[in-house]
Structures are given as structure tokens and as C-alpha cells.
């Protein structure tokens, strides 16, 4: 049973950065599609980043595209997403998931994810 804990969340100020980490235990984390989404209080989970099995390909939402950067390293089963230029609308709990099936194609929408981190909070004040 493969289980992600996310990581590095905290309260910063706007303009500030943070980096979150997500780690795997089990599975074999490399042949899989990893992603960040978040979710604000009263709103739906969104989808924020995604980075293909070995990592050759990215993908952003618009709205954190140019400041926010997902990157994995797979011999520490660890897929990370720095954010910088921080504002207060980044602030929700942010989890990490991964892509249902191996080598599969990442996709912006959450059900295509299947195991999904606990979560951690980010609150960006202003």
C-alpha cells in the first residue's frame, strides 16, 4: 500500500516562497505521473502541477505558472514543488497525489489520481 506525506508547509508572507516535499513509501514511485492540488476553504480542489514519470515533462496551472516549480527525484521517492512570489490567494492545503496506472500521461483532473497525501497547509498573509 503505497502512502505520500507532504511536508513544508507553513505561514509566509506575500512575495515570500516555500517548497513543499512529498515522499512515498512503496510502489515504485518512478513509473508514476505525480501532481499538487489544493484546496482553499469553501472552494473545490483545483489543480496545480504535474510532472511526467521520469520527469522530462511540467505542467502548471495558469494561475502559478512562472512561479511555482514541481520537480521529483526518484531515488528518494520524492516529488517537490517550490513555490515563490507567494500571495494570499496560494493560501489553501495543498496535497500531493499520484496519477492512477504507470506510465501514464498527466492529466489536471483529480480523478485520474488515486492516492492521495494528507495534506499540508499553506497560508500566505498579506
Known amino acids: 500500500q503505497v502512502q505520500l506525506v507532504e511536508s513544508g508547509g507553513g505561514l509566509v508572507q506575500a512575495g515570500g516562497s516555500l517548497r513543499l516535499s512529498c515522499s512515498a513509501s512503496?510502489?515504485?514511485?518512478?513509473?508514476?505521473?505525480m501532481g499538487w492540488f489544493r484546496q482553499a476553504p469553501g472552494k473545490e480542489r483545483e489543480y496545480v502541477s504535474a510532472?511526467?514519470?521520469?520527469?522530462?515533462?511540467?505542467y502548471y496551472a495558469d494561475s502559478v505558472k512562472g512561479r511555482f516549480t514541481i520537480s521529483r527525484d526518484d531515488a528518494k521517492n520524492t516529488v517537490y514543488l517550490q513555490m515563490n512570489s507567494l500571495k494570499p490567494e496560494d493560501t489553501a492545503v495543498y496535497y500531493c497525489?499520484?496519477?492512477?496506472?504507470?506510465?501514464?500521461?498527466?492529466?489536471?483532473?483529480?480523478?485520474?489520481?488515486?492516492?492521495w497525501g494528507q495534506g499540508t497547509q499553506v497560508t500566505v498573509s498579506s
Open positions: 512503496g510502489g515504485t514511485f518512478r513509473l508514476f505521473v
Open positions: 510532472i511526467s514519470w521520469r520527469g522530462g515533462y511540467t
Open positions: 497525489a499520484r496519477r492512477r496506472g504507470t506510465l501514464g500521461i498527466p492529466t489536471t483532473q483529480s480523478g485520474d489520481y488515486d492516492t
